[in-house]
Every structure is written in C-alpha cells, then in structure tokens.
Nanobody, 120 residues
Framework: QVEVVESGGGLVQPGGSLRLSCAAS????????MGWYRQAPGKQRELVAA???????KYADSVKGRFTISRDNANNTEYLQMNSLKPEDTAVYYC??????????????WGQGTQVTVSS
C-alpha cells in the first residue's frame, strides 16, 4: 500500500506565494509520474501540473509561468511552488503518484487534499 500526504496549503493574499509538498510512502519500488490536481467548488478536478521521473513537466495553461513543479526521486516527494496567486487558484489541491510497488503491482494513489485560498 502506498500513502500520499500533502502539506503546505493555507490562506494567501492575491499576488502572494505558497509552496505545497507531497510525500509518498509505503512499499514503493518506483514512482513514474507525480502530479498536482485541484478542484474548486462546483467544478471538476483538473490537472495543474505533472512531472515524470526523468523530470519532464507539463502545466495547465492557467498556471504556466506562475507555478513550478519539482520532485525529489530519492525521497519520493514532489513540490508545487505557486507564485502570483490569483483568487481563481482557490481550490483543494491533491497530490497524485503513479508507480509500482516492491511486489510488482501498479499503484495510482491520491492524497486527501490541502486547501488553498487566495483572498484579500
């Protein structure tokens, strides 16, 4: 079993910054890709950013140039640096990890989410 835990959310003023962290733990052999998703009230969950084990990244158009995703493969962690935050970035942010366990099974694990609120 693989557990994923997010941290770092909170309340920030427009234009401010936050850094989210995500740690995966358990019987992990390898994590192929990690990603951040978000879900605002009344909206569907959407991809914010993703990163492969090799470091390739992709971003939602709405966050390009403002958010940066990174990961530490040795520690099975990922980060999302969010700058120039806007009220429309307000959402619950979820971490996702996709990989294989030491027993050879694939996993696709989600965290419980962390609230990000951008408001003055």
């Amino acid at each position: 079993q693989v557990e994923v835990v997010e941290s770092g959310g909170g309340l920030v003023q427009p234009g401010g910054s936050l850094r989210l962290s995500c740690a995966a733990s358990g019987s992990i052999f390898s994590i192929y890709a990690m990603g951040w998703y978000r879900q605002a009230p009344g909206k569907q969950r959407e991809l914010v950013a993703a990163i492969t084990r090799g470091g390739s990244t992709k971003y939602a158009d709405s966050v390009k140039g403002r958010f940066t995703i990174s990961r530490d493969n040795a520690n099975n962690t990922e980060y999302l640096q969010m700058n120039s935050l806007k009220p429309e970035d307000t959402a619950v942010y979820y971490c996702n990890a996709d990989g294989a366990t030491t027993a050879g099974f694939k996993f696709d694990s989600w965290g419980q989410g962390t609230q990000v609120t951008v408001s003055s």
